[in-house]
């Protein structure tokens, strides 16, 4: 997925842009080696304690694999929505979560950049909502799966053809929802929090029309002509006075 983005971020630009890939990739390695270390396959490891003890809400159900597996998808992604929603309203989760925005060029790697407090702090809820869901591991691996490569697909600095773009729009998130999401504009920053199904936000109240073809600036609201951030500085940035500030959902 991210060898497709970058070969349609040639292919088909949105705008030409100076691409400071240093940063975020640093920060992806360092989620990496953290995750690996912290929490490894626990998703899974939840995932077949749940199965082997019938626990959740699928298993209760005795829900059939046909259904139970997209039904654990969804769920998944409606928990991500949620809590993209808790980061920017909650002022200590945006402390971290503003790391990713602060991205000054909107492109394919932007979706490698989290700080990595926000990701250890979002895996508590990983794990319950795995557990009292009730998804099994194969529903685990393929939400990780879709989950990673939209993130990639939508952080893509590429146009879709207006028509596809409108058609897929009704059900998943495109490139163009997200590139608004990522907008200085404070109104549009908190507006397409979904990262895989579109329907959240539009059922919600937070979807935002979108158009391929508009430029604007992204990054963080008033932060126009500062400089990318080095590693050290995203890493520090969550402690930084001010960093706190709530985005205003």
Not at 158 to 178: I, Q
Not at 215 to 236: D, H, N, W, Y
Request: hydrophobic share 50%; charged share 15%.
């Amino acid at each position: 997925m991210l060898l497709l983005a970058l070969l349609l971020e040639r292919l088909l630009p949105h705008a030409h842009l100076d691409r400071p890939w240093r940063t975020n990739l640093g920060l992806f390695l360092v989620d990496s080696a953290l995750m690996r270390v912290v929490c490894g396959a626990c998703g899974f490891a939840v995932a077949g304690w749940a199965e082997s003890t019938g626990f959740g809400a699928l298993h209760a159900l005795a829900a059939p694999a046909w259904f139970a597996l997209p039904a654990g998808v969804v769920a998944l992604d409606a928990v991500s929505y949620f809590w993209h929603r808790a980061n920017h309203r909650v002022g200590w989760l945006w402390r971290f979560h503003r790391v990713h925005h602060a991205d000054r060029a909107f492109q394919v790697t932007t979706a490698l950049r989290f700080h990595p407090g926000e990701l250890l702090m979002a895996l508590p809820l990983r794990l319950a909502a795995i557990a009292l869901v009730g998804v099994s591991p194969l529903g685990v691996l393929v939400f990780e799966i879709v989950f990673g490569a939209m993130n990639l697909l939508e952080h893509g600095n590429f146009d879709l053809p207006r028509g596809l773009e409108r058609r897929l729009a009704r059900a998943v998130v495109t490139p163009a929802m997200h590139r608004l999401h990522h907008a200085r504009s404070r109104a549009e920053l908190d507006s397409n929090f979904g990262t895989i199904l579109s329907g959240w936000d539009r059922a919600l109240g937070t979807l935002r029309g979108s158009d391929s073809a508009r430029q604007f600036e992204t990054g963080l609201p008033g932060a126009a002509g500062e400089r990318e951030m080095s590693l050290a500085r995203a890493l520090g940035a969550p402690f930084a006075r001010g960093a706190g500030v709530r985005a205003g959902v």
